[in-house]
């Protein structure tokens, strides 16, 4: 078994994405969307990154984090979208192996990473909110940096992890993947080898970096909500939850869409279910957080009214 195995696996040379639609007719209509949405992203979140990294009064740990947030969501949206593109023009559905385990490595990595932080965040808002007094220490530059580069390596854990264990899975004849990028467990499923412990590390890993930075930031927001319900006058309250409007609302799109792939029971699975929901949250969710936090943030409307070298209020919906 091992030898044929390694022989299948071998002659395995690459898997073709099926992609959102196989009818020849709406591949332009499909190519032109995603461009559009493609660029929008790229455009919305290296706004927000410049917008932050020009304008001194925003170098704070809030949009620290909302800048790395901007980078993270526009890697997570390139890691599929142009090879997606790329296939249409060509009308070549084709990925290479290697072009798999890559783009699945990238997927994982920006995915988890937009995960934590969120989370980090989430926990940003409570030391403002609950423990002002200590917030210039409890985050401060070096902390936040530290925090940052843990994200980044508890991120990279489980996608070089999953990477290294399909490497170790032996592929059938039958190459189709029903969606728009490699998703590792339609991967599995045109396995022709024990795929156990493959399965075991996406449920361990999914609990472990996806159900704990969402219990953090559950914990968090209840704390916050206990600390503005304490505050007596309606006005501080309204202040206090306008800070955390942006990224709830953030929050709230990017797990309700991930819960929409993953809580269904697997009887319930349809491929094109889940591409319309991975959709959601890789493309339309990254491209919607620039518009944001920046409809609902007067500082960010500032610093964009500067970058445009504007005294008017930038409105990015006008």
Not at 36 to 47: C, D, P, Q, V
Not at 202 to 215: E, G, K
Not at 297 to 314: E, I, P, Y
Request: positive net charge; hydrophobic residues 45%.
């Amino acid at each position: 078994m091992g030898k044929a195995s390694r022989e299948n696996q071998t002659a395995v040379s690459d898997f073709h994405l099926l992609g959102l639609s196989e009818r020849p007719e709406q591949q332009p209509l499909l190519f032109g969307i995603f461009l559009g949405m493609y660029l929008a992203t790229m455009l919305g979140n290296l706004l927000i990154i410049l917008a932050i990294s020009s304008d001194p009064h925003l170098h704070t740990p809030m949009y620290f984090f909302l800048a790395n947030l901007s980078l993270t969501d526009a890697c997570f949206t390139s890691a599929s979208i142009p090879k997606m593109l790329a296939n249409i023009h060509t009308q070549s559905w084709t990925i290479s192996y290697s072009e798999c385990l890559v783009q699945l490595y990238f997927l994982v990595m920006f995915g988890g990473l937009d995960n934590f932080l969120l989370a980090v965040m989430a926990y940003d808002r409570y030391v403002a909110i609950c423990q002002p007094l200590y917030y210039s220490t409890a985050m401060s530059p070096q902390l936040c940096a530290l925090m940052l580069g843990m994200c980044w390596v508890l991120t990279n854990f489980p996608a070089l992890l999953h990477t290294l264990l399909l490497t170790r899975v032996a592929f059938c004849s039958h190459k189709a993947i029903p969606h728009f990028y490699c998703d590792p467990r339609a991967l599995l499923k045109l396995a022709c080898s024990d795929t156990h412990i493959n399965e075991l590390m996406i449920i361990t890993m999914s609990l472990m970096f996806l159900t704990t930075p969402l219990m953090l930031i559950i914990l968090s927001y209840v704390r916050i909500s206990c600390a503005v319900f304490g505050i007596t006058s309606s006005a501080g309250r309204w202040k206090a939850f306008s800070t955390c409007g942006s990224h709830l609302t953030v929050v709230l799109l990017f797990y309700g869409s991930l819960m929409g792939v993953y809580l269904p029971p697997p009887s319930t699975h349809s491929a094109h279910r889940e591409s319309r929901a991975a959709v959601l949250y890789m493309v339309i969710i990254p491209m919607l957080n620039p518009l944001i936090y920046s409809l609902r943030n007067r500082d960010m409307k500032k610093a964009l009214s500067k970058l445009f070298g504007s005294n008017k209020t930038f409105l990015p919906c006008q």
